[in-house]
């Protein structure tokens, strides 16, 4: 199966997303400069392919209309991994004409974890993206948003180091909104659900927009946890679903005495939340991607990009429980699929559990 490729004038995180998805695809030999300005040669330039035998690639070709792209691509990649340290899971291999990207084995079970978030994301993002065919990517992003729920579910309890709740729907235990809502009390061990629901959303409020919940009760008992309600969202208009815009009409006005009055609202999502950040005029990069930042805070409250999850999934692993385990398995077998889905994936790039 082909890889789509970026062309030229891609933003740099979404380009970046594509390195690495051909690096997943490339197996133990990795990829390369010398790769990535042959396929956008014959992306935008479909009879003058660039040749390299070598591996390496000579200054004249550096000197292309794509120098800029991809050393903005390079700079997104050394990011990331100084971001993340060993739980990103690629390393980046230079040498004094070029560079490349390899896969990064992890050595213990955080690493494993932090590598595993990464790269459900990144194939998420890389179907949303177009990268990958039409039938593949249809066949991944059918069962993507399940997929993510279960992510964001167990990486979420990291954010605090306590507990977490789906309450998306469809839920694991397939039962209604109120019956969820009484559960989730339960667990909360603060709060109180209504004998009757509102006769206004009887029948089709399934989750009033909230995605999961995550709280740390502290060792009194008393009200209240600390708290936050979260969306989970892989699609085109992330940026315009905000948790706030519906607890109160939704969520709380199914209770006769709410949890908290106080909460930290959350978006996750396995994107880079600079995902289409470009620079402008008398603005670097950096000062846009950080302004971008402030705007949907904001907006949205605390965005957890691709990387944020990356960054909590070790703290989430230790809290998992036989039940997270299974889903957790959910998850690492949906990637293989995806891997087996790639051109180039041989058993050397498989994820193990």
């Known amino acids: 199966m082909r890889i789509n490729a970026p062309d030229s004038s891609a933003p740099r995180a979404q380009a970046a997303d594509w390195f690495e998805l ?3 695809a490339a197996g133990r030999s990795g990829y ?22 070598g591996g390496f690639v000579e200054d004249e070709i550096l000197e292309t209309k794509y120098e800029a792209f991809c050393d903005d691509l390079l700079t997104e990649l050394l990011w990331r991994s100084e971001v993340l340290g060993r739980l990103y899971p690629f390393e980046i291999h230079r040498s004094a004409l070029s560079w490349k990207l390899m896969r990064r084995r ?29 039938l593949p990517a249809r066949e991944l992003w059918a069962t993507s948003p399940r997929i993510f729920q279960i992510v964001a579910h167990l990486i979420s309890r990291g954010l605090f180091g306590g507990s977490s ?5 469809p839920r694991p235990d397939h039962d209604g909104f109120a019956p969820a809502l009484r559960r ?14 509102p006769v206004s959303q009887q029948g089709f409020n399934k989750d009033a927009g909230i995605d999961v919940i995550t709280w740390r009760p502290f060792r009194d008992g008393r ?3 600390v708290l936050s309600y979260g969306q989970v969202a892989s699609g085109q208009d992330w940026e315009s679903k905000s948790v706030e815009a519906t607890l109160d009409s939704h969520f709380y006005h199914w209770m006769v005495d709410r949890p908290a009055k106080h909460y930290l609202p959350a978006m996750y999502i396995p994107f880079m939340q600079h995902e289409g950040v470009q620079p402008r005029l008398g603005s670097d990069f950096d000062k846009v991607a950080y302004d971008k930042s402030v705007a949907l805070e904001l907006r949205l409250g605390l965005v957890i990009d691709r990387l944020r999850l990356t960054e909590i999934a070790p703290s989430a692993s230790s809290l998992a429980s036989e039940a997270d385990r299974a889903r957790a398995f959910e998850v690492v077998r949906w990637i293989r699929d995806a891997l087996l889905k790639l051109d180039g994936t041989r058993s050397d790039s498989r994820v193990t559990a």
């Open 22 to 24: 051909s690096t997943l």
């Open 32 to 53: 390369s400069l010398a790769s990535l300005v042959g396929a956008l040669n014959l992306q935008e330039q479909p009879n003058e392919v660039i040749q390299d035998e």
């Open 106 to 134: 992890p050595t213990n079970r955080d690493e494993r974890a932090a590598h595993y978030v990464y790269i459900v994301c990144l194939i998420i993002a890389s179907t949303r993206y177009g990268f990958i065919e039409k």
């Open 165 to 169: 709740f789906w309450m998306g729907s």
């Open 184 to 197: 989730l009390v339960a667990e909360l061990k603060v709060g109180v659900v209504k004998d009757q629901p």
């Open 223 to 225: 009200p209240t946890p």
